[in-house]
């Protein structure tokens, strides 16, 4: 079951919660004001750039315009 993250328009409260159903009217528990529902931020987005981080050209005879 997915938990979201929701985030009070009114009184900037922030607060996760189970969500049953796609239904579900979520209301800010302090002020019963609307809130907005923020994106799941798991592990995604960490792009660790190994692949692309290869060392610039070291090595012997390399020089060719010597
Ligand atoms: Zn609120």
């Known amino acids: 079951m997915p938990i979201y993250e929701y985030n009070c328009e009114h009184c900037s409260y922030k607060f996760d919660k189970l969500v049953m159903s796609h239904n579900t009217d979520v ?3 302090l002020c019963q004001g609307g809130v907005k529902k923020l994106m799941s931020t798991f592990s995604v987005g960490h792009d660790d750039n190994i692949s692309g981080n290869l060392p610039p050209g ?9």
Request: proline residues 17%; hydrophobic residues 15%; contains cysteine.
């Open 58 to 66: 070291v090595g012997p005879g390399m020089c060719t315009n010597c």
């Open 27 to 29: 209301k800010c528990p």
